[in-house]
């Protein structure tokens, strides 16, 4: 089966402090993802990859960067972080299954800004 | 907007019962569809794709397809405790793009 690890699971960071969330996936995927979810809202796409080098932005990336140094990781940086990103962060890796891309999500890092 | 649109918010039925979530989509460059299951505490888990107009089956859960009216359903039938979770419909243009997610529907099977 598809595995996608995310670190760390829990962080608890300062307003105005740096923090880099970590994503491993060793399917071999060309795609991966990073979403938050927060109630009321679902899952929102923050910023995606399509292979080593390549990042692009979703629909909700401001105060957000990321980086994809290799096939296997992808991280999430935020660089001054806030309340207002206090959420859960999913990432994803996206690998062909039935003729088109389905996604395969990590267990979720839980972020709290104070 | 919300390009996937989910009906309704939360829904509850008992155990045993037949439990359906509906889900309508206002691109209609969008040909593939699934749906995802997200248990509490845990990472959304694909659990049906479908692609074609009409039923596709597997074990207790049918999906339905209509592409000429954007609408895709789900359907639980002898729904169990352990079916209780986040249903989230998604969609796709074509075959290698993003995945656009609905808002979810919160189902709660009652023993």
């Known amino acids: 089966e598809a595995a996608v690890t995310q670190s760390p699971r829990n962080k608890v960071a300062v307003t105005g402090g740096k923090v880099t969330l970590s994503c491993n996936q060793t399917?071999?995927?060309?795609?991966m993802y990073w979403y938050r979810q927060d109630t009321g809202h679902g899952l929102r796409l923050i910023h995606y990859s399509y292979g080593a080098g390549s990042t692009e932005k979703g629909d909700i990336p401001d105060g957000y960067k990321a980086s994809r140094p290799s096939q296997e990781n992808f991280s999430l940086i935020l660089e001054l972080a806030t309340p207002s990103q206090t959420s859960v962060y999913f990432c994803?890796?996206?690998?062909?299954?039935?003729?088109?891309?389905?996604?395969?999500f990590g267990p979720g890092t839980r972020l709290t800004v104070l | 907007q919300q390009k996937v649109q989910q009906s309704p918010e939360s829904l509850s039925v008992p155990e045993g019962g037949m439990a359906s979530l509906n889900c309508t989509s206002s691109?209609?460059?969008?040909?593939y569809f699934w749906w995802y299951r997200q248990h509490s505490g845990e990472g959304p888990k694909a659990l049906m794709s479908i692609f074609s107009d009409g039923d596709k089956k597997e074990g207790r859960f049918t999906a339905h397809l209509n592409k000429a009216s954007l609408h895709v359903s789900l359907h639980i039938r002898d729904s169990q405790p352990s079916d209780s979770a986040l249903y989230f419909c998604?969609?796709?243009?074509?075959?290698?793009?993003?995945?656009?997610f609905g808002d979810g529907t919160q189902l709660v099977v009652k023993p």
């Open positions: 399917n071999n995927h060309n795609n």
């Open positions: 691109d209609r460059n969008f040909q």
């Open positions: 994803a890796s996206g690998g062909r299954r039935g003729g088109a891309d389905e996604q395969y």
């Open positions: 998604a969609a796709s243009p074509n075959s290698n793009n993003r995945i656009f």
